[in-house]
């Protein structure tokens, strides 16, 4: 059975760092392209950021470039994201994903693309 679970989620001033962390369970995801989203109360689910299942590419969502950054440890089946300068609107529920399909040429940031998730994290951000 394929788990992921997140970690590393809290309560943060703003400016400061959180680090999430998602490590998966059940099958290996080397191939696969891991993503991580973010959910807004009564919105969608929006991609924050993803990376290649090679690593050679990364995806970020323009309102957390050059604050966040993905990265993923195939050895140990994991993804992380670090966040700096965290700001209040960055408050939601962090969920990791993997996509479905393997070795996907590019980044997919819908959420269709994506079949196995963690149970996410929530992520708040005081001013």
């Known amino acids: 059975q394929v788990q992921l679970v997140e970690s590393g989620g809290g309560l943060v001033q703003a400016g400061g760092s959180l680090r999430l962390s998602c490590v998966a369970s059940g099958r290996t995801f080397s191939e696969y392209a891991m993503g991580w989203f973010r959910q807004f109360p009564g919105q969608e689910r929006e991609c924050v950021a993803a990376?290649?299942?090679?690593?050679?590419?990364?995806y970020y969502t323009d309102s957390v470039k050059g604050r966040f950054a993905i990265s993923r440890d195939n050895a140990k089946n994991a993804v992380y994201l670090q966040m700096n300068s965290l700001k209040p609107e960055d408050t939601a529920v962090y969920y990791c994903a993997v996509d479905r399909l393997r070795r996907r040429t590019t980044i997919d940031i819908t959420p269709g693309a994506y079949n196995y998730w963690g149970q996410g994290t929530r992520v708040t951000v005081s001013s």
């Open positions: 990376i290649k299942w090679s690593g050679s590419s990364t």
